[in-house]
């Protein structure tokens, strides 16, 4: 039986805190990995803390670009003392809709920059966050040598698409790909050994899911809509992504 992983999950969010132990049974249950980013260094903390419960709960820890204004140094000295430890670095990325001034863009820029090269320097697998930003990623990481590199939640263009895939970029899709059109059209058009899948939760999903708080047993549904689109079996898709998760993973 296959692996399934959540690439993109903040199970260290208030949220779950009364479900932890029920998410932890059912990643047994499922055979499911989840792969546990953060945002600053509180959720780091608990992302650490959470990963000590279950070999299942694969720990991200780092800055989402909301925090990068604020005091960053006990998030870099965490990643260089818990390297070990760690799986990978995220949530980390750029998106202006946090900055009201070029200033605040350049901190943003600089906080990025400073985990991509923690990344690179312990040969870790980085989750970003490019809501509107792809650009001005695709050019930051060409300055970079990295491998296992995963646009969460591609929300790109197909021209953005095409790049990521000649760049050997990973992208995943969510729930929302059960009912979005665009994203459908995005996933048939991505090269079937770069993409991943995440739930985001606690990303609340409208139509089927009904705004619940997203949990992960939401993903068989994602890649059963995977498998439709791209018009391979159900088990196909699985032992694909289960590939692709350990790859990017091990990069």
């Known amino acids: 039986m296959n692996w399934l992983y959540d690439s993109h999950i903040h199970l260290s969010d208030p949220e779950y805190e009364t479900d932890i132990s029920h998410i932890i049974h059912a990643t047994d249950i499922l055979k499911l990995k989840a792969c546990c980013v953060s945002m600053d260094y509180e ?106 590199i995963l646009l969460h939640w591609f929300d790109g263009n197909k021209n953005q698409l095409k790049r990521a895939m000649d760049l050997g970029l990973y992208v995943s899709y969510g729930p929302v790909l059960v009912y979005a059109n665009d994203k459908q059209v995005l996933l048939s058009k991505t090269n079937s050994e770069q993409i991943l899948v995440e739930t985001d939760g606690p990303v609340k999903f409208s139509h089927c899911f009904n705004y619940k708080v997203t949990q992960i047993e939401f993903l068989p549904s994602v890649v059963h809509c995977a498998s439709n689109i791209l018009k391979i079996s159900y088990n196909n898709m699985l032992n694909q992504l289960e590939k692709n998760s350990e790859k990017f993973l091990n990069s």
């Open 43 to 148: 959720t780091s903390v608990k992302t650490i803390n959470l990963s000590k419960k279950s070999e299942n709960i694969l720990p991200f820890i780092g800055i989402h670009p909301e925090m990068a204004q604020k005091n960053t140094i006990p998030v870099f000295e965490m990643i260089e003392q818990k390297n070990t430890e760690i799986t990978g670095i995220g949530e980390i990325g750029l998106d202006r809709t946090y900055i009201n001034t070029e200033e605040e863009w350049g901190i943003q820029k600089k906080v990025f920059s400073n985990q991509l090269s923690l990344a690179e320097k312990f040969k870790k697998p980085v989750s970003i966050h490019s809501r509107k930003t792809l650009d001005e990623i695709f050019e930051i990481i060409s300055s970079f040598n990295l491998n296992g």
